[in-house]
Every structure is written in C-alpha cells, then in structure tokens.
C-alpha cells in the first residue's frame, strides 16, 4: 500500500501553531476494500505534492498525473479529442485490457455491427462511457476521475482483469476545463490557512461563472444544440463509440444527500423506451446497496427527469444507451457545514468513484440485457420508420444558404444523414429548390433523434418541466420546412450526402463605383463590421432596390449595403481587399457596382433610399443581478458569430464609462435595476443619440423606469380574485407549475419592412419563449411594434391555456425613438443557447440599424 505524502505546505507553521490542514485524503481512502493495488503505480499525491481534498486540483495538475499513469499502463490509452476556447486539451481515455487495446478499430467497428443486428450480441465487449465535468464549479465530478483512473491502472485480479476483458471504458477528461480553471483560481484566491466550512464565505461561492465554460455556456444543455467546442468535441466521439451506458457525474445544493437515476417515473420523453428506465434502475440497485453498507442518505426517483433531450443522462437516451445522472451534495470550496453535517470534497470525490465503479459491475452483471436493449432500440427505430407513414423531411433557408449549412452540420454531428435536392420538391404548397434544400430520410438508425429534432409536442403527461419543454429546432433556426409523407412523390430527389460546410463566395470584381451586398446572409453584421471598423463608409438601402453590376443586375433586399468608393478615406485596393475578405471568411457574395444609377425609380444609390451607417460600439453590462447565460449568449454571438468587439461592464461600474464613446448599451434578462442617477444618465444618453437594447426582464425594467410607463395591475388582481380558497398541499408542485413557460416556442409576425426585419425572408418568425410577462403596446406609435405574437402563439413545448390567451396578440418587440437616440424592448432572449439564428438577426439589426428607425410624424387615432 501507498502511504500519505506530507507537502511542504501542510508542514508549513506560523509562528508556533500549524495551519490547520485541509479535510484530505490519502490513496488509501479511495481504494477498494479486498483488492490489491500495485505498488508500482504512482498515486496522486505523488506527483502533485498534495491530497485529494486538500486543496483544489488543477486541471495541469490533473491531466499531467492522468498522463504519467496512462503512460505506464498497457490498461489505458488516451486521446485529445477537442480543445476549448481558451485552447485546453479534452481528453478521453480508453480503458480496457491490453488484448483488448491491440485490436480496438476492430473492437468498434463490430460493436456498431452489433446494435444494428449485423454481429452477435458476444462479438464485442460492453462499451461503457463516463462523463467527467461538464460543469466547473463541480468539483467530485472531475476530481473522481483521478482515483478512478488510478483504479484500473493498478488494481490487481481476476474481478478487475474480467472487466477490463469484457469492456471498453471511455472516460471523458473534463468536459468544461475552462470553467474548471475559472473555479480553481476563485477558491485558490480567497484560501485561508484557518479552515471555514461557513457556505457563506467567499471561497465556497461562484458556482454559476464557474459552471459554465468560457462565454458562460451551461455545456450540459450543450448535447443537442452544438454551438460550442467542448460539445462538439465530445459529441463526436460519443457517436464514434455508440456506448452501451453512459454515466454523467455532477454536483448540486450542498444540503441535498446523494442522487442517481432513473428519476421521475412520469417525467420521461415519450421517444425513450420504458425498458431503459427498467435497465437503469436495475443498475441502480448496485448503487444503493454500496450506500446503503455505509448508511449514508441518497435519492433516486424524484427531482430529476429525462425530458429536455439535450441533457448529458437524456441525451443518451434518445440515442440507443442508457444514460444515468449521478449528483452529489457540493462541497464548493473543498468542505462546508450543511444541515447533513460536515460535507467534504474527498468524500464526495469517493463516493462518486463507488458509484462509477457500481456502474460499470452493473452493466456488465446485465450485459445480455443491455446488449439486447441497444440492438433492439435500433431495430425499432427502423421499424418506426417504416411504418409512420413519413418519409423524411425537407428544409431549406430561403435567401441564407449559410443558415441552412449550419442546420446541415448540427445534423451530421448527431450522426443522422443529409442529403442535397437535386430536383424541386413541391410540398404543402412551397417548393424547395435543387441545390439549396436538404432532405433528411427517416429511414435510418437515428430516427428518434430526427423526430426529436424535427417533431412539434404541445401535450404532455404533466407540466413540471426541469428544462425547456420546446425544442424544435427547424423553427429554432427559422427554416422552411416539411413533413414528406409516403405516396407523395414515387422517391425524394435526393442527391449525395451534404455536410454542410461553410461555403466561401467567389471572389468579387474589381468595381469602378462601389460594392453591394445582401443583408439576408447569415454573416452579413460581420461583413459589415470589418467595413465600418475599417473607418469605411457604407450606406443601408431601406427599401428593395436592384443595382446593375459587372455580374448583371443584381436584385438587392432592405437591409442591403453599399459601399462607395467616392469619399472614402480608404483607397479602392484597400476597399476591394476588405471586400476579398469578406467573400471568403463570411461567404457573403460581393458584387461590383457599375453605376449609382439603379434599374428602379426613385432608388439610386445615393439617394435616400439608402442611409449612411455608423461603427456600433456596444456595452454588454453583466452581473449586479443580471443573468450570466444571457449576458454569456450576447457576448458570444457579438464576439465569437460576428467578430464584433463588445465591451462587458459590471452593471455597478457603468456609472465610471464615458458614454459619448459608446452608441449601444444591452440589458439583458434578470435584475437590470439601476441606481437612480445611473438611470437618468443613460436616459440622457439616449436622448443624445444612444440606443438601449433590454430584453427579458431587462426589457421590463426599462419600460417602467427609462420609458416611464406604468403598468395596469387590474389583470393581475383579477387572477389572484379567482384563486381558489382551498386546496390539497399533495397538489402544490404541480399548481406551482401550471402557469410557468420554462422555455417552448411561439409564433409571431415580423414586420419585414422595419428596420429591425431587414434580411427577413417572410413575416412568419419562431421565437423563444421563456417568460410570463407581456410587453406593453406603446401609445400613438402604430410602427413601434415590429414583431408581435399571433393569435395562436404556441408552436411547440408547454403553455397554459392562460399564458396562450395572455400571451396572444401582444408585443414581441418594440422599438421607439427618444429623442436622437432609441429603446428596443424584445420579451424574449433572441440568442438563447445560441441556438436562434433566426431571432438573433434581431439582435444584429438592433445593433447596425437603430439610427434608421424612424419617429412618425402624422396624426394617428386609435382605430378598430
């Protein structure tokens, strides 16, 4: 047996006492009773110098530890399968016996032949995935794999050489290093040598800024949606393996015992089967019966569900594996007191070591059952296909091919096949063209997945939702698109597979009067960035127009930019460079003018059909209140989509900046209260020619505090009149949740002649909904509301029937003039998760073209 390792810090004494040392342990605790480990292996303490517990691990740390053991193992393999965005390593290491290891190609590829029923159910090993810190402020999540690792790199007999003969095990070393390093510096920032377990203090705070990666992504939403590169990274590698089990490791309220699936029994996506969760919960006896030796408190089928299909435990689920959620009271800074008593980071760490290790006996203890479970998923999957009487479906981007690619990529990531039209497609009385619309078969082994994806739900066993309840993405990505039943057409059009690459466009002439290019294009705003930010002139057109060009005529929508080559600072080489960029990095098509005078009346390139536009220089405030996802989605979409330089401001210190340098202030959802002299600044400045964009709850504040409106509470009073006087306490959770939108997806129509729809190819325009509040309709401005609700609101995901009613008819957005400047309300968050490429060109014309919304200047009643 190893023994303790003493630092020079712990030893470390001060005047006559010692620090008091840190609750840490040792490799002993974490080993298992009865088994042998080799002395050989290096324990952690060795090469790091400290114990687990004893101060926070590094991720350098970490991985150089997990290396040097991987290093000296014919048990273990690793492999960099991603980085983040502050470039760290994502690592998986395989796990098997060295036999094993020398024939692994061959080893996956028969396992994918076996869940298709192409091999025998014994031709393979089990494959067995475990998810380690997705999210930072998490600490056992990611700290578990040390000893974990350190398990199956020296444990010796015939129990761990059985299961490293009969399994293949991916460990996935850590999700989110990024927000794992930002938790690491906090907690080393406010260290003490006096050990204080009080929650309170500072070391044991940051969760929600730690949890997230580096644009405070949460990235266990991140397995659906794809937006950022730790989940692109490991989603790839998931479906390289296809796991038979997939476990995902996390930490919650510090009070709360133990946790682990198969959750609540009602609150299941429809797509997964019953038998996963009987499989799980077979598993899951492993576990209790290891807790239950050491008497120690845990929950299993309540709190949690599998709904929301983008979850690290659901995920995997609607994908063939069973996916299991393990959480563990947090210990935050390294040991707190909660009213459980003392909880200690070595002991979370061991505790979920156990359970990884119940996991993995589990699943191999019911390998037939398992085995027949996968392969029996996918042969339903086919024979759903079969028998739904849909074929497939079709998309398209009407005017925004680059918006359609990215749809194309999100579905090759989750391994379903895409094909290109090669001919039109006629479908519900639109038609798809050759070329620039996909068709995606359901006759393949993703089709839960595709229906997951494609399908509308709006009914549902109960409404208490732990995540979003919509999540359709062809409306999240404001498509066009179809169902394509049998018997509609002999066989679909389709072409090769389409991967959706990012396409450049072709480089553009050299022109002898200026540039123009659409506003339709997903990377217009960064086009136009790189010109303004080049101190460039360039005007906006405000109304459809056509300009001839060294191509032909051009036909050219609101929104479109033209950029001169008179009057500008810049010569036409550097102008044309600029223009070469453009085309290449944002595949924006670029063409030549020839002449200002335009083949339409009354829009020639210099008149005042097009206006001139100035370089956007925006201030994100963040905290104070605020929320940090969404403060991190706006951040991202400016700096990461559009490459646009944002100034982030705690919403405290907004006070210190020198507003004539900035034209564009955004508030987001949360508490976006300001003090009271703040709040008279910024009314000047807008006033001065600012534009203030607030959404969400930030949208509210401002209606009440920069516009002044008051709002009627006769509504309100209304409904808490008609509550009922008595009822059972057993019904509490499920009346609490009646009214609540947790995030489903509404209907609106776009005004697509206000500046705030230009580049919209149609009115019809899906939007996030995740808040009960209405907006107000501003009085004596008939063009103030460019995007308003339907009167049938609800698309997909759950609403009352009262929130619908509520909710009908009403604002979406609002913009208004005061004085030279301007307010945008929006209700809704245009860039939630990233994933709204449709609303978040909402946000870009917010931004570019504010100055071009006009204050009415006639005379208008009320009418009917």
Avoid: C
């Avoid at 010692?18 to 002993?28: F, G, H, L, M, Q």
């Avoid at 030796?293 to 299993?300: C, N, P, V």
């Avoid at 290109?420 to 063209?433: S, W």
């Avoid at 900035?662 to 600012?690: F, K």
């Amino acid at each position: 047996m190893l023994r303790p390792v003493f630092t020079a810090l712990a030893a470390l004494s001060l005047s006559a006492a010692a620090a008091a040392p840190a609750p840490a342990e040792s490799v002993e605790f974490f080993q298992v009773d009865g088994v042998t480990y080799d002395a050989s292996v290096p324990a952690f303490e060795d090469h790091a110098g400290y114990e687990i517990g004893e101060r926070p691990v590094r991720f350098s740390d970490m991985i150089a530890y997990l290396r040097e053991i991987e290093a000296g193992s014919d048990r273990i393999s690793v492999e960099t399968i991603g980085y983040s965005h502050e470039r760290r390593p994502i690592l998986t290491f395989t796990v098997t016996s060295p036999d094993n290891h020398a024939n692994l190609e061959t080893i996956r590829q028969t396992h994918l032949d076996r869940l298709e029923g192409r091999a025998a159910p014994d031709a393979a090993p089990m494959v067995l995935w475990i998810n380690f810190g997705v999210h930072g402020a998490e600490t056992s999540s990611m700290d578990a794999a040390i000893p974990l690792l350190y398990h199956y790199a020296a444990a010796q007999g015939p129990e761990v050489e059985a299961q490293l003969n009969d399994a293949v095990m991916i460990f996935t070393v850590v999700f989110n290093p990024d927000g794992h390093a930002r938790r690491i510096d906090h907690v080393e920032t406010f260290w003490s040598y006096a050990d204080n377990t009080d929650i309170n203090d500072e070391a044991h705070n940051l969760w929600v800024e730690a949890r997230t990666n580096h644009y405070w992504f949460d990235l266990n939403r991140q397995w659906l949606l794809l937006t950022q590169p730790e989940s692109q990274a490991w989603i790839q590698e998931w479906h390289r393996w296809k796991p038979m089990v997939s476990a995902d490791y996390h930490e919650m309220g510090s009070s709360s015992p133990y946790y682990f699936h198969p959750g609540e029994e009602l609150r299941r996506n429809p797509l997964i089967p019953e038998r996963a969760r009987e499989l799980t919960q077979a598993i899951a006896e492993r576990h209790a019966a290891f807790l239950d030796s050491e008497a120690r408190l845990y929950w299993s089928e309540q709190g949690f569900d599998n709904f929301y299909i983008g979850k690290g435990s659901t995920y995997p689920q609607i994908n063939g594996s069973l996916g299991i959620l393990f959480e563990a009271g947090a210990a935050r800074g390294g040991a707190v007191m909660t009213e459980r008593g003392l909880v200690e980071t070595a002991d979370n760490v061991r505790t979920q070591v156990r359970t990884a290790l119940t996991t993995i006996e589990g699943s191999l203890d019911l390998r037939e059952e398992i085995t027949a479970y996968q392969r029996d998923f996918f042969a339903e999957n086919a024979r759903q296909a079969e028998r739904g009487g849909r074929t497939g479906w079709v998309f398209s981007a009407e005017g925004d091919p680059e918006r359609a690619a990215r749809f194309v990529r999100l579905l090759r990531m989750h391994d379903i096949e895409v094909t290109r039209l090669t001919a039109d497609m006629t479908v519900d009385g639109r038609t798809y063209e050759a070329g620039s619309s996909y068709y995606v078969p359901t006759a393949q082994t993703n089709n839960r997945m595709i229906r997951g994806i494609f399908e509308r739900v709006t009914e549902f066993e109960e409404n208490i939702f732990y995540d979003v309840s919509g999540w359709t993405l062809p409306l999240a990505y404001d498509l066009d698109y179809a169902e394509v039943r049998s018997g509609m057409f002999r066989s679909a059009p389709a072409g090769e597979p389409a991967d959706g690459e990012f396409e450049s466009a072709p480089a553009p002439d050299r022109a002898p009067y200026g540039y123009v290019f659409d506003w339709s294009h997903t990377y217009a705003p960064r086009a136009l960035n790189r010109v303004l930010a080049a101190d460039i002139m360039a005007r906006a057109a405000m109304d459809e127009s056509a300009v001839d060009t060294t191509q032909g005529e051009v036909t050219l929508g609101r929104g479109a930019i033209f950029v001169p080559l008179a009057r500008q600072d810049a010569t036409p080489a550097e102008i044309h460079a600029i223009m070469e960029t453009i085309a290449a990095e944002d595949g924006v098509p670029v063409f030549a003018a020839t002449s200002g005078l335009t083949p339409v009346s009354g829009r020639d390139l210099g008149g005042a059909s097009f206006r001139t536009l100035e370089e956007p220089r925006v201030v994100l405030a963040y905290d104070g209140g605020l929320s940090r996802y969404d403060v991190g989605e706006v951040w991202w979409t400016l700096d990461y989509r559009h490459r646009m330089p944002v100034t982030i401001v705690h919403k405290d210190d907004l006070g210190r900046l020198d507003w004539t340098e900035y034209t564009h202030l955004v508030l987001v959802g949360g508490n976006a209260a300001l003090s009271e002299r703040m709040t008279e600044a910024v009314q000047d400045w807008i006033r001065g020619g600012g534009t203030l964009i607030a959404t969400r709850d930030g949208a509210r504040w401002v209606e009440g505090e920069i516009l002044g409106r008051e709002r009627e509470e006769d509504d309100e009073d209304e409904a808490d009149n008609d509550a009922p006087e008595r009822l059972d306490f057993a019904e509490m959770d499920l009346r609490d949740a009646e009214h609540v939108i947790g995030g489903a997806i509404f209907a609106a129509d776009l005004d697509i002649t206000h500046p705030l729809g230009f580049g919209f190819a149609n009115r019809e325009l899906p939007v996030h909904r995740n808040e009960s509040f209405t907006l107000m309709r501003p009085e004596g401005d008939p063009y103030a509301v460019p995007v308003q609700y339907t009167n049938d609101p609800l698309l997909t995901g759950y609403a009352s029937q009262r929130r619908q009613e509520e909710i009908a008819g009403t604002p979406s957005v609002v913009s208004q003039r005061m004085g030279r400047g301007a307010v945008i309300l929006m209700a809704d968050n245009p860039v939630f998760r990233g994933t709204y490429p449709g609303t978040e060109k909402l946000l870009m014309n917010a931004i570019f073209f504010s100055g071009l919304i006009d204050r009415p200047r006639g005379d208008y009643e009320a009418q009917d």
